[in-house]
Every structure is written in C-alpha cells, then in structure tokens.
C-alpha cells in the first residue's frame, strides 16, 4: 500500500467519525429550541409583518450617532421605548398581551 493510500483511508475513517458526531448532535435538540419552533408562525403564513418599517435617513444617522457615542444596545432600548409606549397608548391591550 502506498502513503497517499494510508493517508485517504485514514482520512475516510475521519470524515465518517465526523459525520456520525453531527448527526447525533443534531438529533439531540434542547427542549426549549423546540417549543420555540413550536410558537412561531411560517413565512407563509403570515398575513403581513409586524416590525417592517423604514426610519428616516435623518434618524437613522443620529441613532449610529448615539450607538457609537453612549455605547449601548439600541435594540434593547427601543424595545424599552416601545413597550412603554405601548402600555401607555394601549394600556388594556398591553395588560392582557406584555409581561410587565
């Protein structure tokens, strides 16, 4: 047997070890990613999205101005900012839907 044989063989018992390691973790999912894929609603589904909306050049630039500048996550703040307006121009739908 050649080198070049020795070597791809042992290459091939590699790549098998490896194949069977991804298979079997990806069988073994937590049971929290599953009831996520539970809860959410295909593409298809969906009549229109909720969050798809444009923000003004204008805005958009001062808000990379405050990211960079403060240093904070502005995704949580404006889920912040957004949950209090809500709760505050809808308080019914707002109790019944948000977790305080």
């Given at each position: 047997?050649?080198?070049?044989?020795?070597?791809?063989?042992?290459?091939?018992?590699?790549?098998?070890?490896?194949?069977?390691?991804?298979?079997?973790?990806?069988?073994?999912?937590?049971?929290?990613?599953?009831?996520?894929?539970?809860?959410?609603?295909?593409?298809?589904?969906?009549?229109?999205?909720?969050?798809?909306?444009?923000?003004?050049?204008?805005?958009?630039?001062?808000?990379?101005?405050?990211?960079k500048s403060k240093?904070?996550?502005?995704?949580?703040?404006?889920?912040?900012?957004?949950?209090?307006?809500?709760?505050?121009?809808?308080?019914?739908?707002?109790?019944?839907?948000?977790?305080?």
């Amino acid at each position: 047997m050649s080198l070049l044989g020795k070597y791809r063989k042992e290459a091939e018992k590699e790549d098998g070890e490896e194949k069977q390691t991804r298979v079997t973790a990806r069988e073994i999912e937590p049971v929290e990613r599953q009831s996520e894929l539970l809860s959410s609603v295909p593409n298809k589904e969906r009549k229109s999205p909720i969050v798809s909306f444009s923000i003004p050049t204008d805005l958009r630039v001062c808000l990379q101005a405050i990211r960079k500048s403060k240093a904070i996550n502005l995704s949580m703040w404006v889920e912040k900012q957004l949950r209090e307006a809500v709760a505050q121009e809808f308080p019914q739908i707002a109790d019944e839907y948000l977790e305080s």
